[in-house]
């Protein structure tokens, strides 16, 4: 999934009042994710997966 449409599902997300996180917030996990590169992970409470696609994009695109 591509930056375009990760996008958009956040703005369909808003439109229908889905709570997502924020921005500031999924770059500072991402940088912790890229730094201590965890073997597993247990992801709780996703509406539209904007985390579960950055945890794909860092770990399992890049293998």
């Not at 375009?4 to 994710?33: N, R, W």
Request: glycine share 2%.
């Amino acid at each position: 999934m591509n930056k375009q449409e990760l996008e958009k599902i956040k703005k369909k997300a808003l439109e229908d009042h889905i709570p997502i996180i924020m921005d500031d917030t999924l770059e500072t996990i991402e940088k912790y994710l890229i730094e201590k590169k965890p073997e597993k992970m247990l992801e709780i409470g996703t509406a539209v997966r904007l985390f579960s696609n950055l945890f794909y994009q860092i770990f399992i695109k890049k293998r």
